[in-house]
């Protein structure tokens, strides 16, 4: 997959947050897969004692070359993270019925702190 970009936040770790998860990630992805021919994954990370969601858009306009196209994708999750809870979930239900939907599911992913890029170090 090519770079692109990523999107953490925090949200309860129960049923309720993780469908609004699934919500947020999967109705972005779909407004904006034929437009701008992406590809997501959503992860439930745990890094330490933090557990946190992190959702990944990728594709060959999603980049650092493309600041437009990051802006456009940031803007809509963010429009859809500011909806009523029960309004964004019937939305993800009645989209989930057309047949062109694509819905990726939640995968677990362990990650480390890797001390080496830790800013601190770029102190000594």
Same mark, same amino acid.
């Given at each position: 997959?090519?770079?692109?970009?990523?999107?953490?936040? #925090?949200?309860? /770790?129960?049923?309720?947050? #993780? $469908?609004?998860?699934?919500?947020? !990630? /999967?109705?972005?992805?779909? %407004?904006?897969?034929? $437009?701008?021919?992406?590809?997501?994954?959503?992860?439930?990370?745990?890094? !330490?004692?933090?557990?946190?969601?992190?959702?990944?858009?990728?594709?060959?306009?999603?980049?650092?070359?493309?600041?437009?196209?990051?802006?456009?994708?940031?803007?809509?999750? %963010?429009?859809?993270?500011?909806?009523?809870? /029960? %309004?964004?979930?019937? #939305?993800?239900? $009645?989209?989930?019925? %057309?047949? /062109?939907?694509?819905?990726?599911?939640?995968?677990?992913?362990?990650? $480390? *702190?890797?001390?080496?890029?830790?800013?601190?170090?770029? *102190?000594?």
């Amino acid at each position: 997959m090519e770079k692109g970009l990523e999107i953490s936040f #925090q949200l309860k /770790n129960d049923r309720e947050g #993780q $469908e609004t998860v699934l919500a947020l !990630g /999967n109705l972005t992805g779909n %407004d904006m897969k034929d $437009e701008l021919d992406i590809d997501w994954r959503i992860f439930h990370v745990t890094l !330490g004692e933090n557990k946190f969601f992190k959702v990944l858009y990728t594709g060959k306009k999603v980049g650092k070359l493309h600041p437009g196209v990051e802006k456009r994708i940031r803007e809509h999750f %963010d429009h859809l993270s500011k909806m009523d809870l /029960n %309004d964004l979930l019937r #939305q993800y239900k $009645e989209k989930q019925t %057309d047949s /062109n939907f694509k819905k990726v599911d939640i995968k677990e992913l362990k990650e $480390e *702190y890797d001390l080496w890029q830790d800013k601190f170090w770029l *102190y000594f």
